[in-house]
């Protein structure tokens, strides 16, 4: 996702099992309107590349500091 767009990206929740990550994406802007879009993006990217790998993204929200 890094690639694709300005994003950090990392895994959060180490719960040892093989078939579950928890990944977090991170961007900063001044414009609420652009994050709200840019993380719209990143979640459909996410769930793109999930589902060719033969994946499901279960669950994912958007937290504005």
């Known amino acids: 996702m890094r690639a ?3 994003v950090s990206v990392a895994e959060l929740d180490a ?3 093989w078939n579950r990550a ?3 994406v ?3 802007s001044d414009s609420r309107d ?3 879009g ?3 993006n990143v979640e459909r990217h996410a769930t ?3 589902n060719n790998c033969g994946a499901d993204v279960a669950d994912s929200f958007v ?3």
């Open 4 to 6: 694709h767009f300005n």
């Open 26 to 28: 991170v961007s900063v």
């Open 38 to 40: 840019l993380m719209k």
């Open 22 to 24: 928890t990944i977090g």
């Open 48 to 50: 793109r590349v999930a």
């Open 34 to 36: 652009y994050l709200d």
């Open 63 to 65: 937290e504005f500091l």
């Open 15 to 17: 719960s040892g099992l």
